[in-house]
Nanobody, 117 residues
């Protein structure tokens, strides 16, 4: 079992930046791939970024590539999402999730990000 807690969300103006953190406890964090997802009001949850357990490979949704950066610190059991050049369409609840093989098995409760125009 892995417990995940997101933090760092908030209200920011368009063009601004936020850094989300996801702290993990429980089983060995470094053995899991980690992902960030978001869900906008009235829309389905969508993947934003993913990073391998080793941190050697990352994935980004096309809508955030070049603006967002996912990273992890296995010594601190934490994964980050640095979000720059934020747009109103980035508004939503952001979730982190722990991935084993191809399945995201554990999820956090989410943190709200609101980008004003």
């Amino acid at each position: 079992q892995v417990q995940l807690v997101e933090s760092g969300g908030g209200l920011v103006e368009a063009g601004g930046s936020l850094r989300l953190s996801c702290s993990a406890s429980g089983r060995t964090f470094s053995s899991y791939g980690m992902g960030w997802f978001r869900q906008a009001p009235g829309k389905e949850r969508e993947p934003v970024a993913d990073i391998r357990a080793s941190g050697t490979s990352t994935y980004y949704a096309a809508s955030v590539r070049g603006r967002f950066t996912i990273s992890r610190d296995n010594a601190k059991n934490t994964v980050y999402l640095q979000m720059n050049s934020l747009k109103p369409e980035d508004t939503g609840v952001y979730y982190c999730a722990a991935r084993e093989d191809s399945e995201y098995k554990f999820w956090g409760q989410g943190t709200q990000v609101t980008v004003s125009s």
